[in-house]
């Protein structure tokens, strides 16, 4: 008897029914997200702003920030867990007009107001790129450390970020998160943004992978950043939470325990270098 | 010749007013907004596109707009960055930027078994209380697996929500975390004769949010946003909003926690907007 299907299309059609399974479950999923924080009721919020790779739900383990910040949480005998949103004002909601136990991130840019209840505790310190379109600038596009070189472009900033640097050397500035930033240097809107090395690469791949090759970064560091957690003092916990949570921490950067969680994250080579900046000083500060 | 100039009058203004995406027509400014089919919050076989979407009707006819709904994969709702999303906030405002976010609904999770599979009333409180059950999910719905290992919690994932209520039912899985209404409408239609045997627990604080999304790209989106706010109001103080709900809840079966809720999202998505 003949065969209908060869052996080819079998195959075919079996990986064509496995990808319907996997597409199903993506295209229709409407249940519940199970997270944490779905059981967390009875326990104090730190809400944070998404930073993948280094802090969001969609990376193993929360990322090393949140594996960070979750251990210092337990070795401090706080109980609470980290929440993350997608923007900024969601966080500052949950902290200022809910009265939080505390918010996690960076570009805050709280008011001198709203400052005076808070207690600003640094988690990481890490460097930063400044990112570019290639076709944008055939010839590459660098800085020679001082900003006056740069100047007539137009700059993507974070929300929240300081820009008074940019303003005074003549640049442009157009504010946005950081995968909105990405999309406009890729549309010609800005011309430069200062991201961490591994959120850029990992934001492409997730959202603008066609785009990947087409950015890349100026040799000099734009600089440093500090991501910090922010614990609310009108919260009932808040003054006391924050001072154990800050000796937790000082003690895991003391111990190499902190260290170990950024290797098991980022492996031990020049990228972690990148990430592990003087959260020491920091601290001490 | 009067046809003409009629025609080439109607394209012009058209083009001026900056109609391409939201095209207006008789009844007001129109609105295209996309959903992916979730029984019974978005459907496209119900009548007036399910619960939410007779809520978004009722508040686009309550402030002069006509809002048109289309069905599309998840997927591609939170992979394209120009369009209105329905649906949970959460989905899309990763990728995309929205002018404006008005919640039209909340959702509760519950937690549901077979009671005939149990001697005793099962409770739950905390994530402890899970220890010792296998707890069926949704596949591709589990976001903290390593806590939830850690916790000691076992967890079966099904590609459809029929199968998990079916296991449930023959005792192959002890609990379904499912969305409330979703849940009760699936057991409705599997078990309609036993639906008194499966027993829902609602999570307490799992509120999570139901609201239409107007991308920041949207033409007039800041207008617009405005316009469904002031549609939510109207239709809440008529009480139109509340005989919705009870139309699919269940005359004052509504959780009480529900309009409290809906206000503080309102509160959430507003702030620092103004």
Request: charged share 20%; hydrophobic share 40%.
């Amino acid at each position: 008897m003949k065969q209908i299907i060869s052996k080819a299309g079998i195959v075919t059609l079996s990986l064509l029914f496995m990808g319907s399974l996997l597409f199903a479950t993506t295209a229709s999923a409407t249940g519940p997200r199970v997270t944490k924080a779905l059981f967390a009721i009875d326990k104090d919020q730190v809400h944070a702003l998404d930073f993948p790779p280094f802090l969001s739900t969609e990376v193993k383990g929360g990322g090393p920030f949140s594996e960070i910040v979750n251990s210092a949480l337990e070795q401090a005998g706080i109980d609470a867990v980290i929440t993350t949103h997608p923007v900024r004002r969601m966080v500052n909601y949950y902290l200022l007009q809910e009265n939080a136990l505390a918010a996690m991130g960076r570009h805050l840019n709280f008011s001198s107001e709203a400052r005076k209840s808070l207690t600003f505790i640094p988690v990481a310190v890490m460097v930063e790129r400044f990112y570019y379109y290639k076709p944008a600038y055939p010839n590459g596009l660098e800085w020679s450390g001082k900003l006056a070189s740069l100047k007539g472009k137009t700059y993507g900033a974070h929300k929240g970020e300081d820009i008074a640097a940019f303003k005074s050397a003549d640049i442009e500035v157009k504010q946005g998160r950081t995968i909105a930033l990405l999309k406009m240097i890729a549309k010609g809107e800005a011309d430069f943004a200062a991201i961490p090395a591994l959120t850029t690469n990992w934001l492409l791949d997730k959202y603008m992978a066609s785009e990947k090759g087409n950015f890349a970064a100026m040799q000099r560091p734009a600089g440093t950043d500090v991501m910090y957690v922010v614990f609310n003092r009108k919260h009932l916990q808040g003054v006391d939470d924050a001072a154990k949570f800050r000796k937790a921490l000082t003690a895991m950067v003391n111990d190499g325990s902190y260290a170990a969680i950024m290797k098991k994250h980022i492996g031990n080579g020049e990228m972690l270098k990148l990430y592990m900046g003087d959260l020491k000083g920091e601290l001490a500060k | 010749m009067v046809m003409f100039f009629r025609v080439m009058t109607g394209i012009v203004l058209l083009l001026i007013t900056g109609v391409s995406a939201s095209l207006a027509d008789d009844e007001g400014l129109s609105v295209s907004l996309d959903a992916n089919d979730s029984p019974p919050y978005w459907s496209q076989t119900m009548v007036k596109d399910g619960m939410c979407g007779e809520i978004v009707h009722a508040a686009s006819e309550a402030a002069g707009l006509v809002s048109h709904i289309h069905y599309k994969p998840l997927t591609r709702m939170i992979e394209d960055d120009t369009n209105n999303d329905l649906g949970n906030p959460e989905f899309y405002m990763g990728n995309q930027d929205f002018a404006a976010v008005i919640p039209v609904c909340v959702y509760h999770v519950g937690l549901f078994y077979y009671q005939p599979n149990h001697k005793n009333k099962l409770t739950f409180n905390t994530v402890d209380d899970l220890k010792g059950y296998k707890v069926g999910i949704l596949k591709g719905t589990l976001v903290d697996r390593s806590y939830f290992e850690r916790a000691g919690v076992k967890f079966e994932e099904s590609y459809s929500q029929a199968s998990l209520f079916k296991k449930l039912q023959r005792g192959r899985i002890d609990l379904v975390i499912e969305i409330d209404l979703v849940g009760n409408k699936i057991i409705d239609r599997l078990f309609p004769d036993s639906h008194d045997d499966f027993v829902e627990s609602i999570i307490p604080g799992s509120h999570m949010p139901i609201a239409m999304l107007i991308s920041s790209g949207y033409p007039d989106a800041k207008q617009i946003g405005s316009l469904y706010r002031k549609g939510m109001k109207k239709i809440k103080a008529s009480g139109l909003y509340l005989q919705i709900l009870e139309s699919y809840y269940g005359a004052g079966q509504v959780p009480d926690e529900l309009m409290s809720d809906l206000e503080r999202y309102e509160a959430l998505y507003n702030y620092e907007q103004e």
